[in-house]
T-cell receptor, first 112, second 115 residues
Framework: NAGVTQTPKFQVLKTGQSMTLQCAQD?????MSWYRQDPGMGLRLIHY???????DQGEVPNGYNVSRSTTEDFPLRLLSAAPSQTSVYFC???????????FGPGTRLLVL | KQEVTQIPAALSVPEGENLVLNCSFT??????LQWFRQDPGKGLTSLLL?????REQTSGRLNASLDKSSGRSTLYIAASQPGDSATYLC??????????????FGSGTQLTVLP
């Protein structure tokens, strides 16, 4: 199993541009989540999904959209990038909310 | 709102020492607690998961405990090695409206084990 994969590994955007961060998992996990990690603030939940077709907001959802059309994929869309969205983004999956989360390697995003 | 705190933010110890990392949480309605390891520039790797009905979990040189009544969890690392150098994060899953919700993370403890 490849586990959780994320692309791209690194991205530079200009303010106002949009982009999609890709996340895929091959473990047939129902739960998937997106986090951002900022220095001194730990990981904060952006959006999560409990299954295909079902998504919900986390702690910091503003400026981000998600969809879950398949069990495997959970893309994160930045609608209009802002410098405050400069961060490292992690995707994670788990069989259900009470079990171990598996994390992808992360995407480093720089918004100028 | 569940808050998770890890103190200290950084810790440096000589190789071979036994050490304890601390994690505290504000809400005792915790479903489980996980400890993760993060190496620089990498993702998180799950180390141990303790269910609310358990008091501890062990894996090799690692032992994690959970005390819901005091709102604390500890990660004990025996006979530390330079390869243990990493940031260690704890995260709790809170029960809300009868269902387990998503993880709330602490900010982590950066551990350096000196040769």
């Amino acid at each position: 199993n490849a586990g959780v994969t994320q692309t791209p590994k690194f991205q530079v955007l200009k303010t106002g541009q949009s982009m999609t961060l890709q996340c895929a998992q091959d473990m047939n996990h129902e739960y998937m989540s997106w986090y951002r990690q900022d220095p001194g603030m730990g990981l904060r939940l952006i959006h999560y999904s409990v299954g295909a077709g079902i998504t919900d907001q986390g702690e910091v959802p503003n400026g981000y959209n998600v969809s879950r059309s398949t069990t495997e994929d959970f893309p994160l869309r930045l609608l209009s990038a802002a410098p405050s969205q400069t961060s490292v983004y992690f995707c994670a999956s788990q069989r259900w909310a009470g079990e171990t989360q598996y994390f992808g390697p992360g995407t480093r995003l720089l918004v100028l | 709102k569940q808050e998770v705190t890890q103190i200290p933010a950084a810790l440096s110890v000589p190789e071979g020492e036994n050490l304890v990392l601390n994690c505290s949480f504000t809400d005792s309605a915790i479903y489980n607690l996980q400890w993760f390891r993060q190496d620089p520039g990498k993702g998180l790797t799950s180390l141990l998961l303790i269910q609310s009905s358990q008091r501890e979990q062990t894996s090799g040189r690692l032992n994690a405990s959970l005390d819901k009544s005091s709102g604390r969890s500890t990660l004990y690392i025996a006979a530390s090695q330079p390869g243990d150098s990493a940031t260690y994060l704890c995260a709790g899953v809170l029960i809300s409206s009868g269902s387990a919700r998503q993880l709330t993370f602490g900010s982590g403890t950066q551990l350096t084990v000196l040769p």
